[in-house]
């Protein structure tokens, strides 16, 4: 386990690093600058914007503004907002625990009626229930989250008023829509993985020595099939995880919710490159944790599993 969790931090700080190499490049690629969007609206002459800019590192060679920025990171320190002047990790951290609640709210849905569909859908295989299921989850899988925003938004908010359409810190009821658009998609596509497991376990033959004892095929699907299917269900779900993170982006937009999502939409249109290239770091933070703790998960959950 120690040579493992030793070779898997190796690989995860190189994935960072890769992460936040390609995460700055592109950004100096962005159309626009900084340091305007940093003085705003106020005047300054051709010699002060050049005075900025040296102070600010910008003049340098793309490498050398590369290694400046980590090694401040390797201390702790993503910088300072362009916009507003503040520490980027306060900033992050500030809306991180609001993204959090909707990303795990989101995965206990998509969770459990992936888990639902996808277990009647392989118990009534080939059956009309199973070709309607199948049907629904391709077309879930395929409709665009911020499209299923809108329309949840027109029947739940407009039409009928059962549901806030933007985001309150005072009304529970706010995070079920954004939830349910960012798990809808996952949720389907999670069913699809469920079904395709169960039914790989079907042929095998310790259900014969359980049908022999006398049990049902709901029971043999509930405590005996769906266990032994359980790892690619827990890949899936681990993967599911960082991908309802990073898809708050645009649900948080849409809901006007607060969270790291909204937060990275903001910074880019600010120009405030700081705050996006830690947003993103964060974020891949969160997907190395994930997958690590999901390779430890095998091993506890499986035997056959060994961590090399």
């Known amino acids: 386990m120690g040579s493992y969790l030793g070779r898997r931090l190796l690989t995860s700080l190189s994935i960072l690093i890769g992460v936040s190499i390609l995460t700055f490049l592109m950004l100096q690629f962005v159309p626009g600058d900084p340091v305007r969007a940093l003085i705003g609206r106020q005047t300054v002459t051709p010699e002060r914007l050049e005075e900025i800019k040296q102070e600010m590192g910008l003049n340098d060679p793309i490498p050398v503004q590369y290694f400046n920025y980590l090694k401040k990171v390797l201390s702790g320190d993503f910088g300072r907002s362009l916009k507003n002047n503040r520490p980027v990790l306060d900033a992050i951290m500030e809306q991180f625990p609001s993204t959090l609640k909707l990303t795990v709210f989101a995965l206990i849905l998509s969770t459990f009626f992936g888990i639902l569909l996808g277990a009647i859908s392989a ?94 095929n709901w029971t043999i699907l509930w405590r005996h099939v769906l266990p032994n299917a359980r790892i690619p269900i827990v890949t899936a779900i681990s993967i599911q995880f960082v991908y309802l993170m990073a898809g708050s982006v645009v649900v948080e937009s849409i809901f006007a919710r607060q ?34 703790l999901t390779d430890i998960f095998y091993a506890m959950a499986d035997p056959r599993v060994r961590l090399q």
Do not use: H
Request: overall charge positive; glycine content about 6%.
């Open 259 to 292: 969270g790291i999502g909204r937060l990275a939409v903001t910074a880019i249109q600010n120009r405030d490159f700081p705050l996006v290239q830690g947003t993103v770091t964060i974020i891949a933070v969160v997907y190395v944790i994930s997958n690590t």
């Open 123 to 216: 118990a009534t295989y080939n059956s009309w229930v199973d070709r309607f299921l199948s049907f629904f989850c391709l077309g879930g899988i395929s409709l665009p989250p911020f499209f299923l925003a809108l329309l949840l938004i027109l029947f739940f908010s407009v039409r009928n008023n059962w549901l806030p359409a933007v985001a309150s810190m005072n009304d529970w009821r706010s995070i079920i829509l954004p939830a349910v658009t960012l798990g809808f998609g996952e949720a389907c596509w999670l069913a699809r993985i469920v079904r395709s497991s169960i039914l790989d376990e079907m042929n095998k033959n310790y259900q014969n020595l359980a049908r022999a004892k006398g049990a049902s």
